[in-house]
């Protein structure tokens, strides 16, 4: 399904937005995840793909590849690790603690009861439960009937206890938020709801580190350097992330955004058909397990509800058609290892690039300049094997190109 959104404005960075995402929160947010151990200090590389390009008929592809920036493999280590610390400098402002030090334990023996909980499809599990491993804290994830056993070894690896349960991510949302009041422990998690956005606005602008990091890469960022950027729906936290970055430094002229759904979890192009925060059609089941939300974040909607452009839900194989084109592709293309989820911008061009009629109304052209963000490496190394037929390992070995 592709929808147009009837709101989107072609306006100014409203004020309103600017107070809770802005460019100076994100630069301390940059600063303060450099002191992570498990984070590597380079910028993700931006890819250009000019095969790519090529074939598809457009001026140009870059991918933005979070894939290697940590061993976690996924963009959500610029989410929750800062969130986390963010959190405890409000929690005992009187510390005066720093960011190098809860990282590297200093404060381990202060923080040993304090404990934090989040639900997960994966990633953001991950990244927290090693975030909280190396400040000293607690960690408790909450996971759902979908999760694979091979994503819950991958969370339970860095000492968080797993609960889990029937339902579907938004359920585990529940569940998290129920068993944190009942407790006393804190939830650190990627999507807001009522009396809870301190900490989803801080996990979003780790988030736009991503976008951060593009402009600086782009040799002439004056001007906006890209017409489209195909941001992953979810619940919505990495677009607005993403956009909160670029509305503020173009404007009016920032690029287009088209958000990606599975057709199963559309609650983005929900809420623009239905112009307010509404739940996904389907069953919330999808290949693209980071992407199976059922609900969007009530906070990231304030951002996308007018930015974001068009929206498309796409089927699973679409994700598994674009995970095997960046595995193998064309020319001299650099080889990229794109998880389930981290395929999904690429799979929504490629399926808007079959109907003639979505790419006039997104403006498709030989002049388009395009921004692909892939979120996440081979995060389920079994199931990467199983749909690209060969291991991260052996396409990482193809890399052949040098990034920008």
């Known amino acids: 399904m592709f929808v147009t959104n009837p709101l989107a404005l072609r306006a100014d960075y409203p004020p ?23 984070l590597q200090q380079a ?22 590849d979070e894939s290697n920036r940590s061993v976690l493999n996924s963009f959500k280590v610029l989410g929750a690790p800062v969130a986390l610390v963010r959190l405890i400098m409000r929690l005992w402002p009187d510390q005066a603690f720093q960011a190098a030090d809860l990282f590297a334990g200093k404060h381990q023996l202060a923080l040993k009861d304090f ?17 909280a491993q190396n400040i000293g ?12 056993i091979e994503r819950e070894q991958a969370i339970a690896q860095y000492g968080a206890k797993i609960i889990r349960i029937q339902g579907n ?23 807001s709801y009522d009396n809870y956005e301190e900490v989803p606005r801080d996990v979003m602008q780790g988030y736009a ?5 593009v402009l600086e890469q782009n040799a002439n960022p004056l001007q906006c350097p890209y017409t489209h950027v195909f941001l992953q729906g979810g619940v919505g936290g990495l677009a607005a992330g993403v956009i909160s970055h670029f509305w503020q430094v173009y404007g009016a002229n920032r690029p287009y955004f088209i958000a990606v759904e599975p057709d199963q979890a559309d609650c983005i192009l929900q809420s623009i058909v239905h112009q307010k925060p509404s739940s996904a059609l389907g069953s919330g089941d999808s290949l693209m397990a980071g992407l199976a939300c059922g609900e969007v974040s009530p906070l990231a909607w304030k951002f996308l509800k007018n930015s974001i452009d068009w929206a498309i839900s796409i089927p699973d194989e679409a994700a598994e058609t674009a995970m095997r084109q960046f595995a193998f592709p064309h020319s001299n293309d650099q080889a990229i290892v ?48 199983q749909i690209v037929r060969r291991s991260a390992f052996e396409i990482a070995g193809q890399l052949n190109n040098v990034p920008l």
Do not use: F
Not at 46 to 56: E, T, V
């Open 209 to 213: 580190i991503m976008a951060q990091e």
């Open 16 to 38: 309103s937005l600017q107070a809770i995402l802005n460019s100076e929160q994100g630069n301390i947010s940059s600063q303060m995840l450099k002191h992570w151990p498990l």
């Open 43 to 64: 910028k993700s590389p931006l890819i250009s793909l000019p095969s790519l390009s090529q074939q598809l008929g457009v001026q140009s592809i870059h991918i933005k």
């Open 338 to 385: 794109s998880g389930e989820s981290g395929a999904a911008g690429l799979a929504g061009l490629l399926e808007i690039l079959k109907v003639p009629g979505y790419c006039a109304s997104i403006q498709l052209n030989p002049s388009s300049k395009i921004l692909l963000i892939n979120s996440e490496g081979a995060t389920a190394p079994s199931v990467y094997e």
């Open 137 to 148: 804290c607690q960690c408790v994830i909450v996971i759902h009937a979908n999760v694979s």
């Open 169 to 191: 991510y938004d359920d585990s949302v529940r569940e998290a938020a129920e068993l944190a009041q009942k407790n006393n422990w804190w939830v650190v998690s990627d999507t």
């Open 115 to 131: 404990v934090v909980i989040s639900a997960t499809d994966g990633n953001h599990g991950r990244a927290l439960a090693a975030a």
